[in-house]
């Protein structure tokens, strides 16, 4: 994305990300928002959260960054924090398996540097 092309995206944000967060929470009943980020979904930028309920349920929640409507609230789910290790068995000695090491991409250089999205994650 080019910088021209992400101001005018992000010129479109007229509702805050904390406002934001507290309209997602509320579309889901005694939801919990535990995660949230600013990003581009088919063209367009929404604010895209996790939320969990009373139940361990998750859900998906999209908020439109410009009217603050809800746009898409998805059906619930378990919620499994087995990607921090706090899952199954603790996360210890279960199906270990050597992954394969991560790369990064190679820096560039230039005055045009996209983010594509700003996130955050309530622990």
């Known amino acids: 994305m080019n910088i021209v092309t992400e101001q005018l995206l992000l010129s479109n944000v007229k509702v ?3 406002t934001a967060a507290t309209t997602a929470g509320t579309a889901v009943s005694n939801g919990k928002v535990i995660g ?3 990003t581009q979904m ?3 930028l929404v604010y895209a959260f996790k939320v969990i309920d ?3 349920m998750a ?4 908020v439109d960054p410009s009217t603050g409507t809800v746009l898409y609230t998805s059906p619930g789910h378990a919620f ?3 990607g921090f290790g706090i899952g199954q068995n603790g996360g210890q000695g279960h199906n270990k398996q050597q992954s394969p ?3 990064t991409p190679p820096a560039t250089t230039g005055s045009s540097v996209s983010q594509e999205s700003f996130s955050f994650f309530i622990v």
């Open 101 to 103: 090491p991560i790369s």
């Open 36 to 38: 949230g980020s600013l």
């Open 80 to 82: 499994h924090m087995g």
């Open 42 to 44: 088919q063209g367009s």
């Open 59 to 62: 859900y998906s929640v999209i």
């Open 16 to 18: 805050d990300f904390s």
């Open 54 to 56: 009373d139940k361990n």
